[in-house]
């Protein structure tokens, strides 16, 4: 990244010297040379800095939006696409968004650009697949398109690298039911600025809402979706379906609204705040998908758009009137006191208390709490299983750099103890969580990669 802004730093200043050239030579022409061209050449630094600071805007923009997630292969360039993005039709290959003319979008005007981004339409016409989150997109006011186009042209580095094939077979390949698709279910794109949204200097509402239904596309994970893929909702004014949970490759994104028991309706706005900075607070740890937003998003997020964000979050009224729940010692009682009579209490001791603890508190920061916790509470029980089975590592981020990591189980514990360890920690500490069986876990290992 910083090397793509050292480029651009000097391909401005060839921009800016054709500037000044083209400024002189309408100079030479008139009366006095000399003052035209100084005042040539002070308009031309106002525009090379005018440029640097709408590239950095962009550069900051692109952050939010997260586009360097999907455009970027494993150990690949950023953002020169190739990465495989798995959908229920067969897979997607993210492109190539560097301003390369031949394989990247070098030759886009900032009307094919838009296209891309909000309408959902390539430049050549047809519609892209929604893996690309243009419905969110659209929320995107067109002064933060224009900050995005300036940065992917002139702050990126081009790479030449051709695009991969998509894995998705005749008939389901064609692109016209897409179409339809989008005119069903993508919204129409935001036309004007509003001015609060666009101020990013100070904490609004409307700032965390336009961060959080548009270029964040938080959505895109943690709401659930229809038959036809598309979201249940995009944004929180048409249903309380928005960000109450989605299930995205194995991890359950969980319910953002203010729910008490399974949703953010007991952090404060700091600690919001901490664990999208951080990626780590005093209730949980990110793992699973959003492990990669926080490293790649939301750390690089000012101060001022995350308590943006964690406002907008805690205005989402629950989606159910849940009473808080209380911490028990029972369970950490009849651990201490050898009792494992309780089907997955002997596995959690042998397993899982050495980390977490038998009174299910862990440790602040290092290994997270499961007494209380919305991600043992939530309704799905996805993330649970994959943890035991997959295991995790916390994101190292600038504000917390040491990488804790929970190992995997899956060869050790059967589906039934899986099951059961799970059922366990959702009952525990004054956790209140439906069970788990063996064939849930089974299911999920099975379609695991
Ligand atoms: C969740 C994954 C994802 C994110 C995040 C994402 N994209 Fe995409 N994008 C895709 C995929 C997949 C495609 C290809 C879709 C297709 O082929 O139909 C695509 C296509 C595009 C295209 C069209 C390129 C072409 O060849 O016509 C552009 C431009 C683009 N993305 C820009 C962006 C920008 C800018 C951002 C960040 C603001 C972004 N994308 C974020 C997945 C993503
Ligand atoms: C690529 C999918 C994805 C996207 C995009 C995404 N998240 Fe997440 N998020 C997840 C998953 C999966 C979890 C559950 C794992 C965890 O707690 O870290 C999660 C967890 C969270 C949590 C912790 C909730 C809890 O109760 O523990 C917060 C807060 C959060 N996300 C906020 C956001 C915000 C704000 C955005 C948009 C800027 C966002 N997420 C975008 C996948 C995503
Ligand atoms: C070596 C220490 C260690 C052991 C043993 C361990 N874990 Fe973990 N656990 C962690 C760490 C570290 C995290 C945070 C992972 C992340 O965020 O990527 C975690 C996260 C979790 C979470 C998510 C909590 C949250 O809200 O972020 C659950 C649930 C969990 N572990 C359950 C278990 C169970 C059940 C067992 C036993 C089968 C177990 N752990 C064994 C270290 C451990």
């Not at 793992?287 to 205005?315: C, H, K, P, W």
Request: proline share 4%.
């Amino acid at each position: 990244m910083r090397n793509a802004l050292t480029k651009l730093r000097s391909r401005a200043a060839v921009a800016v010297a054709f500037t000044l050239l083209a400024g002189a030579s309408a100079a030479a022409s008139a009366a006095s040379a000399a003052s035209a061209a100084s005042a040539a050449a002070s308009n031309g630094a106002r525009e090379r800095a005018d440029d640097v600071a709408l590239i950095k805007r962009g550069e900051y923009l692109a952050r939010v939006g997260d586009c360097v997630a999907c455009h970027t292969a494993k150990n690949g360039k950023p953002f020169a696409g190739g990465l495989a993005l798995q959908t229920p039709i067969g897979t997607v290959y993210s492109t190539n968004i560097t301003p390369d003319p031949e394989t990247g979008i070098g030759t886009y005007t900032y009307t094919d650009f838009d296209h891309a981004l909000r309408h959902g339409t390539s430049k050549a016409g047809y519609t892209l697949y929604p893996a690309m989150p243009f419905p969110s997109y659209a929320h995107i006011q067109p002064d933060d398109v224009k900050a995005l186009y300036a940065y992917f042209m002139h702050g990126v580095a081009a790479v030449h690298q051709p695009r991969t094939p998509n894995g998705i077979r005749w008939p389901l390949s064609m692109r016209w039911p897409l179409a339809l698709w989008r005119i069903a279910f993508a919204p129409g794109v935001a036309a004007g600025t509003n001015a609060q949204a666009a101020d990013g200097a100070t904490m609004s509402l409307e700032r965390g809402r336009y961060l959080v239904e548009g270029l964040g596309h938080c959505g895109a994970c943690h709401t659930s979706r229809g038959t036809l893929l598309q979201e249940q909702a995009l944004t929180d004014g048409s249903s309380a379906a928005f960000l109450q949970g989605g299930v995205v490759e194995q991890w359950f994104a969980n319910n953002l609204r203010d729910d008490r028991v399974d949703g953010l309706g007991e952090w404060s706005r700091d600690e919001i705040v901490a664990f999208l900075k951080a990626g780590r607070n005093a209730h949980s740890a990110a793992f699973g998908g959003m492990r990669e937003v926080v490293l790649d998003s939301t750390q690089y997020m000012s101060e001022s758009d995350l308590n943006s964000i964690a406002a907008y979050l805690q205005s989402l009224a629950p989606a159910r009137q849940q009473a808080a729940l209380v911490y028990s010692n029972t369970a950490a009682l009849a651990l201490h006191a050898g009792q494992t009579n309780v089907p997955g209490a002997r596995t959690f001791l042998d397993n899982c208390a050495a980390c977490h603890r038998s009174d299910g508190k862990g440790y602040e920061g290092v290994f997270p709490r499961l007494a209380l916790s919305s991600t043992v509470n939530a309704q799905d029980p996805t993330s649970l299983v994959s943890l035991v089975l997959h295991g995790a590592s916390m994101p190292g981020t600038a504000s917390a750099q040491t990488v804790f990591a929970m190992p995997a189980f899956g060869q050790r514990l059967n589906d039934q103890q899986v099951a059961d360890v799970v059922t366990f920690i959702r009952g525990a500490w004054g956790n209140q969580a439906l069970a788990v069986d063996a064939d849930t876990v089974r299911r999920i290992r099975r379609s695991s990669p």
